[in-house]
Structures are given as C-alpha cells and as structure tokens.
C-alpha cells in the first residue's frame, strides 16, 4: 500500500491564481481530511470527508473548496489564492470503525507559498 | 481559550535525558488521546495513544492521561538524537475523527 499520497509536493502562485491539491489514499478509508499547517501552530482543519459524496466544513474552510466523489480521492481546491493561505497542507484518512487503536494516516504534505 | 494547549518549545535535551511533553485541554467530552510524530519535512504519524484515564507504556515512550485535571503528557527515556522531531498531542471524543491537535512541541536532542 502506498498509503496517502499528495501532488504536488512544492508550489508557488501568484496573488489571484488558483491550483487544486490532489490527495489519493489506497487504504479504503472512509473518512478523509485537509489540514494546514503553520509554523508553530499546529494543524487546523480545513475540509473533511465522512464517505463519498459527502463533505463538510472544519475549522478554517473560508478560500477553500473540496470534493468527494470517490472512496479514494479528496482534492482541495483554491481560488483566488492570497498570501495568507502560505501553509503547508496535508491530507489525511481514517477508518471509520471508532476503535481506540485507530488513528488517522497522514500523506507527506504540499508546501504553498502564495506570492 | 484554545481547546488544547501545548508548550511549542523549542526544547533542547542532551542525549539520554528524560524528556515530558505536556498538554493541557478544557473539553471534558475528550475520551481519546494521542501523541504524534512528526519529523521535519513529513506528515505526522501517531505514536501513541490512550483511551481515557491512565498510563501506557511502549518501549522508552510512556502517555499518561489525567482526565480529573485535563492533562496529558508525553515521557521519553533515555532520549536519543533521532528522537528529535516535532511532537503534537491529539484528542477527540469519538476515536480517530474529528481530532483536535495542539501547537506541537520542537524537540531537540543534542549528542
């Protein structure tokens, strides 16, 4: 398994562009997740994902946009990128069984600078 | 008031020092709790996590949850240089969903 993969991996736009994130998870996860994350604040939630065709928002969803149309994929879209959405993103998948044990996998990250 | 606070640091240890990682949160709902790993440049993978109160041990990792004064903590024994990592506490009320993360604590630990 390859677990959660995310494209790209580095990015730069311009004030006004926009790009979609591309996640893809291979673990038959339900549940799925966008975070960013700032330097030395953590990781906030941005989109997540209960199964597909569903979405809802989390913590800071405003400039962001998200669909779910397969158990696999879960790509994040930005429109009209500003420079306060320089972070770095990751997505994330978790089964959906609500064991103790279960955690929530985590791909590498899409680093985003907005110039 | 943040829903988990958690010191991020930096700290900076020598080699085989013990280390504590500490968390507080203000949600009683929380049942789950969980340590990530995460090293520079990668995504966060978990550690180690605990259902309610208690200790866990594994290997030279020990959590500790204290639910009567909402505090959770994180020890590393005999700490070695590829300890070195970002650690962030994570806690929900329903499992692995809808975890709340805190700040992340920088450790470094120095040969």
């Known amino acids: 398994n390859a677990g959660v993969t995310q494209t790209p991996k580095f990015r730069i736009l311009k004030i006004g562009q926009s790009m979609t994130l591309q996640c893809t998870q291979d673990?038959?996860?339900?549940?799925m997740y966008w975070y960013r994350q700032d330097p030395g604040m953590g990781l906030k939630l941005i989109y997540y994902?209960?199964?597909?065709?569903?979405?809802d928002k989390g913590e800071v969803p405003n400039g962001y946009n998200v669909s779910r149309s397969t158990t696999e994929d879960f790509p994040l879209r930005l429109e009209l990128a500003a420079p306060s959405q320089t972070s770095v993103y990751f997505c994330?998948?978790?089964?959906?069984?609500?064991?103790?044990?279960?955690?929530?996998?985590f791909g590498p990250g899409t680093r985003l600078t907005v110039l | 008031q943040k829903e988990v606070e958690q010191d991020p640091g930096p700290l900076s240890v020598p080699e085989g020092a013990i280390v504590s990682l500490n968390c507080t949160y203000s949600?009683?709902?929380?049942?789950?709790f969980m340590w990530y790993r995460q090293y520079s440049r990668k995504g966060p993978e978990l550690l180690m996590y605990?259902?309610?109160?208690g200790n866990k041990e594994d290997g030279r990792f020990t959590a500790q949850v204290d639910k009567s004064s909402k505090y959770i903590s994180l020890f590393i024994r005999d700490s070695q240089p590829s300890d070195s990592a970002t650690y962030l506490c994570?806690?929900?009320?329903?499992?692995?969903?809808?975890?709340?993360f805190g700040q992340g604590t920088r450790l470094t630990i120095n040969p």
């Open positions: 994570a806690m929900s009320p329903q499992g692995a969903q809808k975890l709340v």
């Open positions: 994330a998948s978790s089964p959906r069984s609500g064991r103790p044990a279960d955690t929530q996998y």
């Open positions: 994902s209960v199964g597909a065709g569903i979405t």
């Open positions: 949600n009683s709902a929380f049942q789950y």
């Open positions: 673990m038959n996860h339900n549940y």
């Open positions: 605990t259902y309610s109160s």
